[in-house]
T-cell receptor
Framework: AQSVTQPDIHITVSEGASLELRCNYSYGATPYLFWYVQSPGQGLQLLLKYFSGDTLVQGIKGFEAEFKRSQSSFNLRKPSVHWSDAAEYFCAVGGGAQFYFGTGTSLTVIP | GAVVSQHPSWVICKSGTSVKIECRSLDFQATTMFWYRQFPKQSLMLMATSNEGSKATYEQGVEKDKFLINHASLTLSTLTVTSAHPEDSSFYIC??????????????FGQGTRLTVV
C-alpha cells in the first residue's frame, strides 16, 4: 500500500542552524516525490520535486532533498534556517491518480 | 508557474445552509482537480477527484450527496457543502493538474478555504 511517513511531528531549531526533515515512503511503482510547505491558514506551496535523474534536487528558498531508493527516503534539508521558514512541511508521493501526503512536520525557529 | 485560485478564502455560514467553494486554474487547463480536507494539525485527506465533464470520484467514507462536486469546464471545479453542520467546519483545499507541457504529474494547490459552520 502507498503511504508516506514523516517521523517527526514537531522540530525546533535555532535560526542559522541546519535542518533536516525526514520522509519515508512506500510506493508500488517508481515514485514521484514532493515537498510542500504550508504557512498558517494558507494553501500548499511546492518546495521541490523529484521525478527522475539526479537524486539530489534543489528547490526554492534554499531547500534541497535527496532521494535514496535503497532507504525509501526523501529527506529535506536546509543548511541555514531563517525565521521565515517556520511553517508546516508535508512530504508527498504519487502522481497519476492522486497524491499521498505525510502527516506533516511542524517547524519552529527560535532566535 | 501555474496558478490555482480558490474562493472564498474563508466563509462562515449557519447550520443547515449550503456553501459553494470555487477552484479555478488561472493559466492552464485542468482536466483533473482534487479536493482535500484538512483538520487542524493534520495532513490533507483526499475527498474526491474531479474530472472535467464527468462525475467526480469520491474516496471511501465521503458522502457524495453532502459534498457536491461539479467540474463543468477545464478551468473551474466547485465543491458545494450541502446542509452544512458544525462538524463540516474545516480547511478545504483544491489542487489541479496541468496535463500540458509535460507536467502531468505535478499538482498545483489553491490557497484553501476556511469553512466555519455556526
Amino acid at each position: 500500500a502507498q503511504s508516506v511517513t514523516q517521523p517527526d511531528i514537531h522540530i525546533t531549531v535555532s535560526e542559522g542552524a541546519s535542518l533536516e526533515l525526514r520522509c519515508n515512503y512506500s510506493y508500488g511503482a517508481t515514485p514521484y516525490l514532493f515537498w510542500y510547505v504550508q504557512s498558517p491558514g494558507q494553501g500548499l506551496q511546492l518546495l521541490l520535486k523529484y521525478f527522475s535523474g539526479d537524486t539530489l534536487v534543489q528547490g526554492i528558498k534554499g531547500f534541497e532533498a535527496e532521494f535514496k531508493r535503497s532507504q525509501s527516503s526523501f529527506n529535506l534539508r536546509k543548511p541555514s534556517v531563517h525565521w521565515s521558514d517556520a511553517a508546516e512541511y508535508f512530504c508527498a508521493v504519487g502522481g497519476g491518480a492522486q497524491f499521498y501526503f505525510g502527516t506533516g512536520t511542524s517547524l519552529t525557529v527560535i532566535p | 508557474g501555474a496558478v490555482v485560485s480558490q474562493h472564498p478564502s474563508w466563509v462562515i455560514c449557519k447550520s443547515g445552509t449550503s456553501v459553494k467553494i470555487e477552484c479555478r486554474s488561472l493559466d492552464f487547463q485542468a482536466t483533473t482537480m482534487f479536493w482535500y480536507r484538512q483538520f487542524p494539525k493534520q495532513s490533507l485527506m483526499l475527498m474526491a477527484t474531479s474530472n472535467e465533464g464527468s462525475k467526480a470520484t469520491y474516496e471511501q467514507g465521503v458522502e457524495k450527496d453532502k459534498f457536491l462536486i461539479n467540474h463543468a469546464s477545464l478551468t473551474l471545479s466547485t465543491l458545494t457543502v450541502t446542509s452544512a453542520h458544525p462538524e463540516d467546519s474545516s480547511f478545504y483545499i483544491c489542487s489541479a493538474r496541468d496535463a500540458a507541457a509535460g507536467r502531468d504529474d505535478e499538482a498545483f494547490f489553491g490557497q484553501g478555504t476556511r469553512l466555519t459552520v455556526v
